[in-house]
């Protein structure tokens, strides 16, 4: 089995995955209306750590250092992706051994990257000399990631599954502030409530549909290593 330490060097300055300027244009919020910025701003922290714990990663450019021991193939998956080839600052294999970049010509037995998926190999041997040792930086600039010199892939995803996350909680707080309530009636007026939590469970039209589009979202950002 595959065994990787993680050790992060220097850790991001946010782990948010919108911006409070995103999360007011999904709400419908006047940009200078800031009476619920702090409890936006905590819905947005809260929201983005529920995805990350979902997807089990870290999705914030982070400096760190991984090693590696128990492969099997010449391929690593490293945990902080994208990774743009520039960043990679050290590569040892086995730790000790600085390995260059890969060259068809001049270094076939260096390293070569995969920058959209993080995937790293070593050249010239089905299964490297261990640990490898690597430095790098990875992941995306949060909450607005800048491209670099690679097609990083779409934050728009993840934007999505944050945002659903957050119509939930703030649908969990609404059904809390009328707990209990299911109509107010007066003389011949009568006022329902509907339960805005309705679509997040079982039993109705629509049921869990928020749920299914979370984790399908969400698929495609979990590594699952062996």
């Not at 039209?205 to 290593?225: E, F």
Request: proline residues 7%; aromatic residues 8%.
């Amino acid at each position: 089995m595959v065994d990787i330490i993680e050790n992060i060097i220097t850790p991001a300055t946010t782990y948010d995955l919108l911006s409070l300027a995103e999360l007011k244009v999904t709400l419908g919020i006047p940009s200078t209306d800031t009476t619920n910025d702090v409890q936006m701003q905590q819905w947005i922290t809260r929201a983005s750590d529920t995805v990350s714990v979902k997807c089990n990663r870290i999705f914030a450019m982070e400096e760190l250092t991984e090693y590696w021991t128990g492969l099997s193939s010449n391929r690593i998956y490293l945990s902080h992706w994208p990774v743009v080839a520039s960043d990679i600052e050290d590569v040892e294999s086995p730790m000790g051994s600085p390995v260059t970049p890969w060259d068809q010509i001049n270094n076939p037995n260096g390293w070569k990257l995969e920058e959209r998926s993080g995937k790293l190999e070593i050249m010239g041997a089905d299964v490297p000399a261990q640990p490898i040792f690597v430095k790098y930086k990875g992941g995306f600039n949060l909450p607005d990631d800048t491209p670099n010199t690679l097609p990083r892939p779409s934050l728009n995803a993840l934007k999505q599954a944050t945002e659903l996350v957050i119509w939930e909680m703030r649908a969990l707080s609404m059904r809390m502030q009328t707990s209990g309530i299911r109509s107010i009636s007066h003389k011949e007026a009568r006022v329902m409530f509907y339960d805005p939590l309705a679509m997040f469970k079982g039993g109705g039209p629509g049921a869990g549909s928020a749920h299914s589009a979370i984790d399908a979202l969400l698929m495609h950002y979990v590594r699952i290593q062996v």
